[in-house]
């Protein structure tokens, strides 16, 4: 499975996708929690990294932050600016944010790394914190499990990641990790959280 391969899979699905979760109302109620608490701690510019259609990135914007949604799916990008055309959006992806190196002050990656394959992991790990200032904060969201392994997702294959062995990734990319959490919602695949700082 290649970055290509993952991209074309989500354009070919774009207009469903952004039908079922694009707006702030899909997201779960812990994670809006969550995410306001980790946003309250930042200071500077914040990437979105796998915005999709800008949900999140317009939440963290209403919360105050100076967020910029990056998506390497042009249809989410053209669906973001069309539903909240006060954000910033364009085309990029996890492994070159196109920011300078120490610039910012926090990453979400929110769901944006459940396509990476596991021994290819480290390089976007790597790019947040390239990108990161010192004391700047990153949150990660993910499928989590017993072990590492893929599955069949809705748009292509997909991982799962036990907690501590994505934690020991982000430790390894230079991260200090604060908070680590896990919950199974009704009709959902276990969730894992994973908040850090540079």
Do not use: K, N
């Not at 074309?8 to 207009?15: I, L």
């Not at 990056?70 to 954000?87: L, M, N």
């Not at 997909?158 to 062995?165: G, H, K, N």
């Amino acid at each position: 499975m290649t970055f290509e391969s993952v991209r074309s899979s989500y354009r070919a699905r774009a207009d469903e996708y952004v039908a079922a979760l694009g707006s702030v109302d899909h997201l779960a109620a812990p994670d809006l929690v969550l995410i306001r608490r980790w946003a309250g701690s930042l200071e500077g510019p914040v990437i979105d990294v796998g915005c999709g259609p800008g949900q999140w990135t317009h939440h963290l914007c209403c919360l105050g932050v100076a967020a910029e949604g990056i998506d390497p799916v042009a249809e989410f990008i053209d669906s973001a600016r069309s539903t909240y055309p006060d954000g910033r959006y364009r085309v990029g992806h996890a492994e070159d944010l196109g920011a300078e190196a120490g610039r910012l002050g926090g990453v979400l990656a929110w769901y944006s790394l459940i396509h990476t394959a596991p021994d290819r992991i480290s390089a976007p790990l790597a790019e947040f914190a390239r990108c990161l200032r010192a004391g700047a904060g990153l949150a990660l969201g993910f499928f989590t499990g017993p072990r590492v392994e893929s599955f069949e997702h809705a748009i292509t294959t997909a991982y799962y990641w036990p907690t501590d062995v994505l934690a020991s990734e982000v430790e390894s990319a230079g991260f200090a990790l604060t908070h680590i959490e896990t919950r199974t919602d009704p009709g959902r695949r276990p969730h894992g959280a994973i908040l850090a700082t540079r």
